[in-house]
């Protein structure tokens, strides 16, 4: 299976220095390539990639917005989020509308006005487990093995999750064990 991307970035060599990178990959195509969000967005949704590479500071409209409104999408693409800049409100912003990081890294770096534990005091203890499960990377099907509950089962104690804590999907859920303590990089 090729893992089909669109790079996003408002400067023309880093889109096509990425391109060539990631074409130099057997597994990966450059499907498209955008200079601002609202070009990204508009891509994600008519050629649906697998995967955005995403510049935080573009014009027209910024990696940020243009992140949250794709995620917004349905059946919405991965998106990762570059940039050169060190500023971790950048980051944690990208995390919160969405995009997928390294976990572990945001984690050690702690977010600024992180939740606390009292944000998962509404969870069952089932619900604390199955988000714990979730976000250590765990499938539906292998938590319910691992519980030895039905799939189905599985399923509704993540919708509840999601509902309870305000989150849209489970890469929130996964950021949000992760800014609250309830699981440690590596853990």
Known sequence: MTIQVVVADDQGMVRSGFSVLL?????IEVIGEAVNGQEAITMAASLQPDVILMDVRMPVLDGLQATREITGLPDPPKVLVLTTFDLDDYVYEALRAGASRLI??????GAPRSPSRKDLEGLTERESEVLALVARGMSNAEIAGHLVVAEQTVKTHVSRILMKLGLRDRTQAVVLAYETGLVHPGG
């Open 23 to 27: 074409n130099a990959q057997p597994d």
């Open 104 to 109: 572990a890294e945001f984690a050690r770096m």
